[in-house]
């Protein structure tokens, strides 16, 4: 009787709100042997009169089914009896209130996943190939010009370079159950290399560096990178979001801009734009590792930081840090 009642009054309150919603527009019902059918809305008598449904067909369906002891609001499930014949998935998030047990279906996981404007904050360096044997090959039993630059004159300050990035968006899709994923977006990578020697980047000089004969209180060359990341990833629970989480693969970037800013006793602050014989593409393998939101990331270059047709420097930039994105 109370079920008999329970299902009048869905029907009617869904009448009504039907009428409301279409007043100005014909709502059509059907009623055939097992449903009644009231615009986009449907009421089904399940098999032996024990099981019934009532569902909404649009672009946000909400289905309500009931038997003799389970009640299902769109995810949720209301159930009377443990011992009930009804039986669910694994992963069901539950709660109990004097007897009566609520579950909840996990939402469903799209197989594609976009994420806008995520970034990373880290520290940056880069380890020197050169090769040694190149200095004395250059000025074989001569005394080095003092204003010629070593790649032990391009040492940094590891407490102040940096690395900056931000992932415009990013999209994450599904390979397998939404744990095995493949991850892309663009984005752009800066690096803030600050240098501890005087040395200057010009692009007016032949050899676009030199050696001055007075210090900086800062000398800093900047790099920024139009960058596009390729990343296998690994989710060990897709449903929470501070499961375990890793990632790997490579990225290829485009060099855009550069400069190098100075600031001295003798000439005040200082800021040149140039090329300086930098590599113009970069290649990097990357990976990340953590829980949730905020993880480890690192990368180490493929790639020489500077034009290797233009000079024997070898210098392959490294990072790590945090990074903050929603996968």
Do not use: C
């Not at 009532?54 to 089914?65: A, E, G, L, R």
């Not at 040694?132 to 032990?152: E, F, H, K, R, S």
């Not at 415009?168 to 663009?186: E, S």
């Not at 989710?235 to 801009?257: C, E, H, T, V």
């Amino acid at each position: 009787m109370k079920k008999t009642f329970l299902l009048v009054a869905i029907l009617f309150s869904t009448i009504g709100l039907m009428a409301q919603a279409d007043s100005s527009n014909n709502t059509i019902i059907t009623i055939t042997s097992d449903t009644i059918k009231v615009g986009s809305i449907s009421i089904i008598k399940g098999q032996g009169n024990k099981n019934m449904q009532v569902f909404k067909q649009d672009k946000n369906d909400t289905t309500v089914m009931f038997n003799t002891d389970t009640l299902q609001l769109g995810r949720y499930k209301i159930v009377k009896s443990e011992n009930s014949i009804t039986r669910f998935n694994n992963g069901w998030i539950n709660g109990e209130i004097g007897g009566v047990k609520i579950y909840k279906t996990p939402k469903k996981l799209s197989d594609i996943s976009t994420n806008w404007f995520a970034f990373d904050l880290g520290y940056a360096n880069y380890i020197d190939k050169s090769p040694i044997l190149m200095y004395a090959m250059l000025y074989p039993g001569m005394i080095m010009p003092p204003n010629y630059v070593t790649p032990y004159n391009l040492k940094l300050n590891n407490s102040k370079s940096s690395n900056f990035n931000v992932w415009i968006v990013q999209q994450k899709v599904n390979l397998y159950q939404h744990k095995l994923n493949v991850k892309y977006g663009i984005g752009f990578e800066m690096f803030n290399f600050r240098l501890e020697q005087p040395v200057s980047f010009r692009n007016d000089l032949s050899s676009k560096m030199v050696m001055e004969s007075f210090s900086f209180t800062k000398n800093k060359l900047f790099t920024k990178y139009l960058t596009i990341p390729f990343q296998f990833s690994y989710q060990s629970n897709p449903q929470n979001k501070r499961s375990f989480y890793m990632s790997a693969g490579m990225s290829a970037g485009y060099l855009i801009d550069s400069r190098n800013k100075q600031i001295s006793a003798q000439k005040g602050k200082q800021k040149y734009d140039g090329n300086f014989n930098l590599n113009n593409w970069r290649v990097a393998t990357i990976a990340e590792l953590g829980i949730g939101g905020i993880r480890l990331y690192g990368s180490y270059g493929l790639t020489n930081l500077f034009d290797k047709q233009a000079t024997y420097f070898d210098m392959r930039p490294i990072t790590i840090g945090l990074r903050f994105s929603k996968f």
